[in-house]
């Protein structure tokens, strides 16, 4: 496999918190430890050779059955080098939690809390972490694999 | 003085901008904390328009999905339709026929004029300026009736397929083209005159919502909010998709990251998508516009009426989908507001398992609060306006 | 005794049809169709009578009844009697402010010397002034009363507004009374008899100031801040609805009557044409008998200043449906730092050129 210079990178920096790399379909991809995502991301930004200063986007894919459970997906694009990156933190459902990037990118923020509204995923150390695209009281999260499609909510507002 | 008003007892105002309220269109809810009018703190709740994009995406066939991107970003639906095909057949690993890339630059950019004319509309309507919003809305409708004889609807357009597109250009497109362009340039300058170097417009949007170019890209910023700081980012260009790497249009690109910058290069973009249009409309070349892959893109109705194997195929993708190998991909292209990503992942069935929407103004939105705190209340118009924030796209 | 009743009582009712009867609907239709017009539409064309529309006339008819019919709603805990006292107080100044205004010149009729204005107040314009101070009471009453913050925001803009600008309106109309010397209005109006003592040659700066400061006091876009749609939804008459609100909406029209009068009273020669004078008149028409005479010349009168006053509305019209709208801060900013300033220097100068000539 090719590795590239972002993910040649990231393995001799982090040759513990790594636990693989691929490239599928020209989409260079790491799959690291969640301890360690913190570090990892101040390393893509700041690293002279990577700068990995845009966090495009964040998400989480739910591989139900499977140990982890979950993946926190960041998508990571870096102007000056026009590269793109993606790394997956693996996190299992016994230790929801992992450390919130906000610090690192402020685009963070709602990413994040869309991430914990959706999955439930619980991002320690972000500021504001409530739901934001449903509303309080809302029981469960809704995109993971084991939620029901047709499950109803009861009404919230005012009633008379 | 000072004494006086250490005995005035004031406390701040706290009201409540939206869900239904004239400024926010797309349904979002501004709690803004006022003291007299100047803005102390605003938080914004969207998610009022969240229909569960990504639940259904995952509860329907891959082909199933592309009448839902309309749905996303309903003034430029033909850009989340291309995103969404570009990214399956990123997944699939196939390339579609040169006229279909050319046909699907002209239904992007067409559908980007819509996107561009209707914020900039918007935007002079808010301010007061009736007549600007009129123009420009009668320079859509021109647009949309030309994505109208491309693809039969004007805003759920469900135009381009995984692998291919729905049809051909219709008959006299390019002549259709012409005309449109025409009147779009003509209500382009009457708009110009109104706005541009309107002395009371520029007061109003000059130098409100200002943000340097590092704290725009922390926020995520990418399209024309980005651009006018001065960041040249441009999907089409940097990773070029498509023949956009054929095309030759500029990057319009603003100095400090406020709101007349931000029309400034929305205006200026009007005029590069209709040049991208007419060079893609003159290299075009003849031939299929759909890969010839009976088990991605459905075979015309024709043979699938005479021929066994063409109604096999059919039968198949219509019932179980078409089955991308396992694996993941993301995709970007240049949105009506910015990156629009498709993250998609697949574990080789006909559904999707993960069909992740990276909207624009997600991030665009979550910096409102940055943008307007300390300024005044009637800042909050032109700000939110040039955001452009669609509630389809980011709430899903 | 009686005749002057009957003179009195028929200039009333003249004037009070011709505002609120003819110019408070037909500029609903007019504003209408002139935007329409400025932006490539039809304009209101649907409300026919047994399919004759009237290119959309019967729209403003179709709106009374309408507006009539609808529930008179006062939100809870608002105050009841501030909120119905509100449109009132919006609504009687701006059809008051038309009694000192006149429309024609002096004439003898009948034996009778018929003077066209309904009152000939000595102190004039300034009764002009203090009805337009009264109509602010009605917007802040109207926004306070109606507990709703987006009214209360727009109850204090309009009287932060209306209060600034009086100011330099006031001052830019007394360089006009410096120049003809006299507040009462009819006497301005028989000085510009002379074409080139027109106000607009006299006091061009004043006639801006003016202007611009009237528009403001309208609260009509680009000053319309307190009613600013897109930020306080409908400013102070938010939660008003059926006739209370038509009467903030037909108190705006009026105003707008008004200014163009004043307008056309001060700054361009009131009911005279251009280099014709109202003995020209009467002698040009001595073949209908001197009374006959008198009736026409007040009605070419009359017409002559009516047109200038559709003229001066049309104007306001197209700058409405032209401009965007300010920033709070903005309105205010021009008015103390740029019109306030403005309007003294103008006064001292034409103080000092009045003096030294």
Redesign the interface.
């Known amino acids: 496999m090719d590795a590239s210079v972002t993910l040649k990178k990231l393995t001799e920096k982090f040759p513990d918190a790594i636990v693989g790399t691929h490239n599928?379909?020209g989409?260079d991809?790491a799959i690291v430890k969640k301890e360690k995502i913190r570090d990892i991301c101040l390393f893509l930004r700041d690293d002279p050779d990577l700068l990995y200063?845009?966090?495009?986007?964040l998400?989480v894919?739910d591989y139900l059955g499977r140990d982890p459970r979950f993946e926190v997906?960041y998508?990571l694009?870096s102007?000056p080098h026009?590269r793109?990156v993606?790394i997956k933190a693996l996190v299992p459902e016994s230790d929801l939690t992992i450390d919130s990037v906000v610090s690192v990118?402020?685009?963070a923020?709602?990413?994040e809390r869309?991430a914990y509204d959706?999955y439930g995923v619980v991002f320690a150390g972000h500021p504001n972490l409530r739901?934001?695209?449903?509303?309080e009281g809302f029981e469960g999260h809704?995109?993971r694999k084991d939620?029901p499609?047709k499950k109803r909510q009861p009404l919230i507002g005012p009633v008379n | 003085m000072s004494e006086i008003s250490k005995d005035l007892h004031t406390e701040h105002m706290v009201i409540n901008m939206g869900p239904s309220h004239p400024v926010t269109h797309g349904t979002v809810k501004f709690l803004a904390t006022l003291d007299g009018e100047t803005i102390v703190d605003l938080d914004v709740e969207i998610g009022y328009l969240h229909r569960g994009f990504e639940k259904m995406c995952e509860n329907s066939t891959w082909q199933q999905v592309i009448p839902y991107t309309d749905r996303l970003n309903y003034v430029s639906p033909l850009i989340n339709n291309t995103g969404y095909a570009l990214a399956v057949e990123k997944l699939l690993g196939i390339d579609v026929p040169e006229r279909c890339k050319y046909l699907r630059v002209i239904a992007c950019e067409l559908s980007r004029l819509s996107d561009h004319l209707t914020n900039v509309a918007a935007a002079g309507l808010e301010l007061g300026a009736f007549t600007a919003f009129l123009y420009f809305v009668e320079a859509r409708e021109l647009v949309w009736d030309l994505i109208e004889s491309l693809c039969g609807a004007r805003v759920t357009v469900n135009y381009v397929r995984i692998g291919g597109l729905k049809n051909d250009l219709p008959e006299r497109f390019e002549e259709k083209v012409r005309h449109v362009f025409k009147e779009v340039r003509r209500l382009w300058v009457d708009v110009d005159k109104l706005l541009t170097k309107n002395r009371i417009f520029i007061d109003r949007v000059r130098g409100v919502g200002a943000i340097s170019a590092e704290e725009a890209i922390a926020y995520g910023f990418t399209g024309p909010c980005l651009r006018a700081c001065g960041v040249p980012y441009d999907v089409r260009k940097a990773q070029p998709y498509l023949v956009y790497d054929r095309m030759d249009f500029e990057v319009p690109i603003g100095e400090t990251g406020d709101n007349y910058d931000k029309y400034l290069v929305r205006m200026e973009e009007i005029q590069q998508s209709m040049r991208i249009v007419e060079q893609a409309l003159a290299q075009m070349p003849d031939g299929p516009i759909n890969v010839r892959l009976p088990q991605v893109r459905m075979e015309p109705k024709e043979k699938i009426y005479s021929r066994i194997d063409s109604l096999i195929y059919h039968f198949k993708t219509v019932v179980e989908g078409i089955k991308p190998p396992p694996g993941e991909v993301y995709l970007a292209v240049e949105g009506g507001n910015g990156e629009l990503g498709f993250y998609l992942v697949s574990d080789g069935s006909g559904k999707p398992y993960k069909c992740r929407v990276r909207p624009p103004c997600f991030a665009l939105t979550a910096a409102m609060p940055r943008l307007v705190k300390g300024r005044l209340l009637a800042d909050i118009v032109p700000t939110f306006d040039m955001i452009n924030m669609i509630g389809g796209e980011c709430d899903r | 005794m009686l005749a002057d009743v009957i003179e009195s009582l028929a200039k009333i009712v003249f004037i009070f049809t011709v505002n609120v009867g003819v110019f408070a609907p037909i500029l609903g239709w007019v504003e209408r169709k002139q935007s329409a017009v400025m932006q490539d539409r039809i304009g209101a064309n649907r409300a026919d009578i047994l399919g004759f529309t009237a290119i959309g006339l019967f729209h403003s008819l179709a709106d009374a009844l309408k507006l009539l019919t609808k529930e008179d709603f006062v939100p809870a805990n608002a105050n009841k009697f501030f909120h119905t006292l509100a449109p009132f107080i919006a609504l009687v100044p701006a059809i008051a402010a038309f009694a000192i205004i006149p429309f024609g010149g002096r004439y003898e009729l009948f034996g009778r010397e018929i003077n066209l204005v309904i009152a000939d107040l000595d102190v004039g314009i300034l009764y002009v002034f203090a009805l337009a101070g009264l109509a602010t009471y009605g917007t802040v009453l109207a926004g306070w009363s109606s507990r709703s913050n987006w009214s209360l925001l727009g109850g204090l803009r309009a009287s932060a507004q209306m209060l600034s600008y009086e100011v330099a309106m006031g001052l830019s109309i007394i360089g006009v009374i410096i120049v003809y010397g006299s507040l009462r209005l009819t006497d301005i109006g028989a000085i510009q008899e002379d074409f080139f003592r027109w106000g607009i040659f006299l006091q061009p700066v004043g006639f801006i100031i003016y202007m611009t400061c009237a528009i403001a006091e309208n609260k009509r876009i680009p000053f319309d801040i307190p009613e600013a749609e897109s930020e306080l939804v409908a400013g102070y008459f938010t939660e008003y609805s059926g006739m209370k609100f038509v009467m903030f909406w037909m108190a705006e029209f009026l105003e707008m009557v008004t200014i163009s009068a004043i307008v056309t009273t001060l700054f361009f020669g009131a009911w005279h044409i251009p280099f014709v004078t109202d003995a020209m008149l009467l002698s040009w028409f001595q073949g209908a008998g001197p009374n006959g005479a008198a009736a026409l010349a007040m009605l070419v009168n009359i017409v002559v200043f009516f047109a200038k006053v559709s003229f001066f509305i049309w104007l306001q019209m197209t700058i409405r449906w032209t401009l965007p709208r300010f920033r709070y801060d903005q309105v205010m900013r021009m008015c103390w730092k740029m019109l306030l300033p403005l309007s003294l220097i103008n006064l001292s100068i034409t103080g000092l050129v009045v003096l030294l000539l």
């Open positions: 599928y379909r989409d991809t200063n845009f966090m495009m986007d998400t894919v997906v998508h694009y102007l026009n793109r993606r990118w402020v685009a923020d709602w990413f869309e959706m739901r934001i695209l449903l509303y809704p995109l939620y499609l």
